[in-house]
């Protein structure tokens, strides 16, 4: 079955810039998905088809996709940003929905 | 205002058996594929199954085909997880989710209920 990889953890200064990576194996032929989940509420889509932005995520939320790597970047973070990350696709297999394995973003 | 509302989780022990529910409302339940995704404590998430707008076709993840069954009530507005041969590994909180597109399986989850808490233990 298809494979996500995420870094376990991500931390930035407020203000920075943060990027967490969302590796699989030509993920760039798939549309991935991003979600933000804070503790104790249930995950938020902030990405979309690797780019777009649902009406009401800032746009210091954006997302690119190529190759074997897909990337989700927070512009000008701030602490409320902080929360785990999940990246996500559909592959024609036998677990058809995946999710990668989470990044925790620490705002420092 | 889309809500999905799921329901049923409770401790239950190994091999026994439990169905959650989710009522949906604030959209056109019957066009939309739905997905059951879990989350054990202090884990990630986990993809559990999916049904079409239909019900006519289902989708298992590996972990707990031939033990759950997904099935939907289009007149009741409402999600169903059947499940059976209960483990440990299957305590997790379970969250319904709504795809974007109207008769779109592969699409993005674009609400997510509040979930609810199975826990199986002895």
Known sequence: SYVLTQPPSVSVAPGKTARITCGGNNIGSKSVHWYQQKPGQAPVLVIYYDSDRPSGIPERFSGSNSGNTATLTISRVEAGDEADYYCQVWDSSSDPVVFGGGTKLTVL | ?122
């Not at chain 2, 997790?92 to 699409?107: E, G, M, T």
């Open chain 2, 1 to 122: 205002e889309v809500q999905l509302v799921e329901s049923g989780g409770v401790v239950v022990q190994p091999g026994g058996s439990l169905r959650l529910s989710c009522a949906a409302s604030g959209f056109t339940f019957d066009d939309y594929a739905m997905h059951w995704v879990r989350q054990a404590p202090g884990k990630g998430l986990e993809w559990v199954s999916l049904i079409s707008w239909d019900g006519g076709s289902t989708y298992y993840a590996d972990s707990v085909k031939g033990r759950f069954t997904i099935s939907r009530d289009n007149s009741k507005n409402s999600l169903y997880l059947q499940m059976n041969s209960l483990r440990a590994e299957d305590t997790a909180l379970y969250y319904c989710a709504k795809v974007a597109s109207p008769a779109d399986i592969r699409d993005y989850f674009d609400y997510w209920g509040q979930g609810t808490l199975v826990t199986v233990s002895s």
